[in-house]
Nanobody, 124 residues
């Protein structure tokens, strides 16, 4: 089992920045692909970004490309999501997820472990 805990959400004005963190515990963390997803009220959970274990392959959704950055510190069992130039449409609950695969898929179904989520609200 892997337990994931996100933090760092909050209220920010449009154009501002936030950094989300996700700490993993339980099974060995380093070999998993990790991803960030988000969900707004009435919408399905959607892909934001994901990265392979070594960070050599990272994918971003078009909506966040150039504004969001995924990073991970395997020594600390932690992944981060740096969010810059935030927009009102970025408002959502953000979840980190761990996959049992090395491949950083964008498909929600590929991820076996999920955090509880952290709320990000961007005011315009």
């Amino acid at each position: 089992q892997v337990q994931l805990a996100e933090s760092g959400g909050g209220l920010v004005q449009a154009g501002g920045s936030l950094r989300l963190s996700c700490v993993a515990s339980g099974r060995t963390f380093g070999r998993y692909a990790m991803g960030w997803f988000r969900q707004s009220p009435g919408k399905e959970r959607e892909f934001v970004t994901a990265s392979s274990w070594g960070g050599g392959t990272t994918y971003y959704a078009d909506a966040v490309k150039g504004r969001f950055t995924f990073s991970r510190d395997n020594a600390k069992n932690t992944v981060y999501l740096e969010m810059n130039n935030l927009k009102s449409e970025d408002t959502a609950v953000y979840y980190c997820a761990a996959s049992l695969s090395y491949v950083p898929y964008s498909d929600v179904a590929r991820y076996s472990y999920w955090g509880q989520g952290t709320q990000v609200t961007v005011s315009s």
